[in-house]
């Protein structure tokens, strides 16, 4: 642990925390992107839509399926789902919840511009929303979709009167922040904090807090020490490092669980001018050689992710050799992590043509998750050693990177995606199927890899009712792309959580720090 953070937080270990109150504060690592709930299925903007808004299903911290602002759903035939919507739930603002608010937030969260997290892809087979009655509405798709509640119940529910020319910035400004969940917006501060008030009409009871405030602490030092001076109640994304400082302590509460993101390094596989790839000496390459498939697994076997986890993430994570989690469809119990293997990896630059290798930039966040900057430094002297010329080693505050990423801005870089699902379909479908604007498929896809078998399979698994065949066809996929070097999976990571006496944190595997996964103690 770096000195000066070390004395930070030792100076406020007999530092008293603050009285149990019914307020609670909430240190924040990553600020949203948006206000907008429709903006962007990142984590960080999701933490902080769902204390606000709803969907028609939740997902609990062990990713449990639940019902929310729909009570059922039925298959009526292949391509017709009928969704019955709960009853008595009404708006921040005292309107009703009806069927027209579930039809107008599926059609906007189609064409929401500059999102670093589309949504698109989760109603892509959307084809008509039909509302029956206020509370009972049909869903038509244009093709078979056996999932579609894992992907349109996900979708958060705002009202129809905020009407087609409502933009991100009426939301961001608080003019729009009309939700349905169990707290209200009240104010924001860019930068700092958001602050909500307990929604009292909710239809889900009386909410654990009276006030509830996010506060944005990207600096992990600074988490630390304000949880230890009693400024804030709960903090997420503990270093490793800095775990055993609260797990001594009598008066604060440690909480973890072993997440469903997994990081993974992407590279740039749609353009020949790639903007940071060049030869030895600098100059820019006509032909990028991130699109040969040889050069892919030589960058993977460049990697020691045992080293990673071990040192860099001091066993806070798990090496990982695909994309899908243990336990979700598709997930293949074959596909391991890639062996660190230097003199296999040379082999593989030669045979591509690159027996000197190439030169990259790698980029990376620095506040996403922890010790993200130190990964990003890890990998570009795994790089170096491989026999590449790494230019440069660049990290950015998450909210400017994520956007930077999804505008294709970098040519090598780590990103993670966080599966929140029963299956794998949608996390393949948004981060490795072919990107199509028009189909809504790899909205996720930020290096643009393409293989059409990949797509293939996928679009089989897709339209298949019978779990077991899904499932099958699904690990199929996985397969190819990983195979392929699609993307080059890291680790699964493991989170931190800690909370002042009197509070418990519902470790999510989400990764969630809403405030409804946070309790006062019994």
């Not at 270990?13 to 240190?27: E, H, K």
């Not at 860019?190 to 307990?198: H, I, L």
């Not at 090496?319 to 293949?332: N, R």
């Not at 970098?410 to 072919?434: D, E, P, Q």
Request: net charge neutral; proline share 6%; with cysteine.
């Amino acid at each position: 642990m770096n000195r000066s953070i070390a004395a930070l937080i030792c100076g406020l270990l007999a530092a008293p925390l603050s009285a149990q109150a019914t307020d609670v504060t909430i240190g924040r690592a990553t600020e949203q992107n948006a206000l907008d709930p429709l903006f962007s299925d990142l984590g960080n903007d999701v933490s902080t839509a769902e204390n606000m808004f709803e969907s028609m299903i939740h997902f609990d911290s062990k990713l449990v399926v639940h019902p929310s602002l729909a009570v059922s759903w039925t298959l009526v035939d292949p391509l017709t789902w009928e969704i019955i919507l709960r009853d008595g739930v009404t708006f921040h603002d005292g309107s009703p919840f009806t069927a027209a608010d579930v039809a107008f937030s599926l059609n906007r969260a189609k064409t929401i511009p500059n999102s670093p997290g589309p949504l698109a892809s989760f109603v892509r087979s959307v084809k008509e929303t039909e509302i029956l009655d206020p509370h009972r509405i049909r869903v038509h798709t244009d093709t078979p979709t056996p999932l579609l509640m894992d992907m349109i119940g996900r979708i958060f529910i705002i009202p129809a009167a905020l009407g087609s020319s409502v933009t991100t910035d009426d939301f961001n400004a608080g003019r729009a922040m009309i939700g349905t969940g169990p707290y209200r917006f009240k104010s924001a501060a860019p930068g700092d904090r958001v602050t909500m008030e307990a929604n009292t009409k909710w239809w889900g009871g009386t909410p654990a807090f009276g006030t509830a405030t996010l506060k944005f602490l990207a600096n992990p030092a600074a988490r630390s020490a304000a949880l230890l001076s009693g400024s804030v109640d709960v903090i997420e994304q503990i270093p490793p490092s800095d775990v055993g400082i609260f797990q001594n302590r009598a008066d604060i509460s440690v909480f973890s669980a072993v997440s469903t993101r997994i990081v993974y390094l992407a590279m740039d596989q749609g353009r020949d001018d790639s903007p940071f790839i060049t030869d030895k000496d600098g100059k820019p390459l006509t032909v990028n050689p991130l699109k040969d498939r040889r050069v892919r697994l030589a960058l993977s076997k460049m990697i020691n992710r045992a080293a990673i986890t071990e040192r860099v993430l001091l066993g806070a994570g798990e090496p990982s050799g695909q994309i899908v989690p243990a336990g979700m469809g598709g997930h293949d119990p074959d596909l391991k992590p890639m062996a660190f293997d230097p003199v296999g990896a040379k082999a593989l630059l030669a045979e591509a043509g690159y027996p000197d290798g190439f030169g990259l930039t790698i980029h990376g966040s620095n506040n996403r998750f922890p010790n993200d900057s130190q990964l990003t430094q890890a990998l570009g002297q795994m790089l170096t050693r491989g026999g590449l010329k790494v230019n440069a080693v660049e990290v950015l505050p998450y909210n400017v990177y994520a956007p930077q990423a999804t505008q294709r801005k970098f040519s090598v870089f780590h990103f993670s995606y966080g599966s929140i699902a029963s299956s794998s379909l949608n996390g393949l479908t948004g981060v490795l199927a072919s990107y199509d604007a028009a189909a809504g498929t790899g909205s996720l896809n930020r290096a643009r890899y393409s293989n059409k078998q990949f797509d293939s399979v996928l679009a089989l698994a897709a339209a298949e009712f019978d779990e077991g065949k899904r499932n099958r066809l699904l690990s199929e996929a996985t397969r190819v792309a990983m195979d392929d070097g699609a993307i080059l999976p890291l680790y699964w990571q493991k989170l931190f959580w800690a909370a002042r006496k009197g509070l418990m944190v519902d470790a999510d595997r989400g990764e969630s720090t809403a405030i409804p996964f946070v309790s006062e103690s019994r």
